[in-house]
């Protein structure tokens, strides 16, 4: 009996320290990065202010992940980079890394969304989707509904306007492409090079749209709502009240 209670004991304190390395310490260093200060790479190599700039603007998505705000390096395992690579975006080479971030480039998500700004303003989504084939009709369709069911809520919460609405989730995209290209150089998918230059172009089409950190993050929270209804963005919403309301955040200390 004492032998068995010995082998219970011995198997409690082994479970529990299994469950403090492998859960509960991961939460907390989680927990803290996203309700403490902002991650920073303290052996990051110098940038100058256009590459923090260009950091900056794929600010929500890389916090949502905990990465670096100063460096091209997000500070994410590999592994988990990988992994998040393959199930939200199907990417498991360069080739398939360079097909998507061609995408968002020149299309991404915001090629659909006149039609549904249109669907919103006319308040008649059969009329403006009726020409389309019903796979993409039934797509379309649902980010309409997200977006229709959620404005009041984006309205109160975000004092989202017309205007916002107007102004389209070019930010959703260049948001994401500033994450995948940082997280394609860590898999090894991008040379160094390679993925600053993409950086860049992200910068560039923010700042061809957008006049100031509020515009570009209303635009991002438009389309997470347009890709996922409100509940999608909530996160991403407390992100982005820390971006602007803490000290030591990229936002203020990066002018737009």
Same mark, same amino acid.
């Given at each position: 009996?004492?032998?068995?209670?010995?082998?219970?004991?011995?198997?409690?304190?082994?479970?529990?320290?299994?469950?403090?390395?492998?859960?509960?310490?991961?939460?907390?260093?989680?927990?803290?990065?996203?309700?403490?200060n902002f991650h920073l790479n303290k052996k990051s190599e110098e940038i100058d202010e256009d590459q923090y700039r260009a950091?900056?603007?794929?600010?929500?998505?890389?916090?949502?992940?905990?990465?670096?705000?100063?460096?091209?390096e997000t500070g994410i395992n590999t592994k988990r980079l990988s992994k998040m690579l393959r199930k939200w975006w199907d990417?498991?080479?360069?080739?398939?890394?360079?097909?998507?971030?061609?995408?968002?480039?020149?299309?991404?998500?915001?090629?659909?969304?006149?039609?549904?700004?249109?669907?919103?303003?006319?308040?008649?989504?059969?009329?403006?989707?009726?020409?389309?084939?019903?796979?993409?009709?039934?797509?379309?369709?649902?980010?309409?509904?997200?977006?229709?069911?959620?404005?009041?809520?984006?309205?109160?919460?975000?004092?989202?306007?017309?205007?916002?609405?107007?102004?389209?989730?070019?930010?959703?995209?260049?948001?994401? %492409?500033?994450?995948?290209?940082?997280?394609?150089?860590?898999?090894?998918?991008?040379?160094?090079?390679?993925?600053?230059k993409i950086l860049g172009i992200a910068n560039n089409l923010a700042h061809e749209k957008f006049s100031s950190w509020r515009?570009?993050?209303?635009?991002?929270? %438009?389309?997470?709502?347009?890709?996922?209804?409100?509940?999608?963005?909530?996160?991403?919403?407390?992100?982005?009240?820390?971006?602007?309301?803490?000290?030591?955040?990229?936002?203020?200390?990066?002018?737009?």
């Amino acid at each position: 009996m004492r032998l068995n209670t010995l082998i219970y004991y011995v198997l409690g304190i082994i479970i529990a320290i299994i469950l403090l390395i492998k859960v509960i310490i991961p939460f907390a260093v989680t927990v803290k990065k996203i309700f403490g200060n902002f991650h920073l790479n303290k052996k990051s190599e110098e940038i100058d202010e256009d590459q923090y700039r260009a950091l900056s603007v794929g600010a929500i998505h890389g916090e949502q992940i905990t990465a670096y705000v100063n460096s091209l390096e997000t500070g994410i395992n590999t592994k988990r980079l990988s992994k998040m690579l393959r199930k939200w975006w199907d990417i498991h080479n360069r080739e398939d890394a360079i097909s998507v971030i061609n995408w968002l480039i020149s299309e991404g998500h915001r090629e659909v969304y006149p039609l549904i700004l249109e669907a919103l303003k006319t308040n008649n989504p059969k009329k403006v989707f009726c020409s389309l084939g019903k796979e993409h009709r039934n797509e379309i369709n649902e980010f309409y509904e997200n977006i229709n069911n959620s404005k009041k809520e984006l309205n109160e919460t975000l004092e989202i306007s017309e205007k916002d609405l107007d102004n389209g989730i070019l930010g959703w995209d260049v948001s994401r %492409i500033v994450l995948l290209a940082r997280t394609c150089f860590d898999c090894g998918f991008f040379s160094k090079e390679e993925a600053w230059k993409i950086l860049g172009i992200a910068n560039n089409l923010a700042h061809e749209k957008f006049s100031s950190w509020r515009e570009l993050s209303n635009s991002v929270l %438009i389309g997470g709502t347009m890709w996922g209804g409100y509940d999608f963005i909530s996160n991403k919403i407390y992100i982005t009240e820390d971006l602007f309301k803490k000290e030591n955040s990229p936002w203020n200390k990066c002018e737009f």
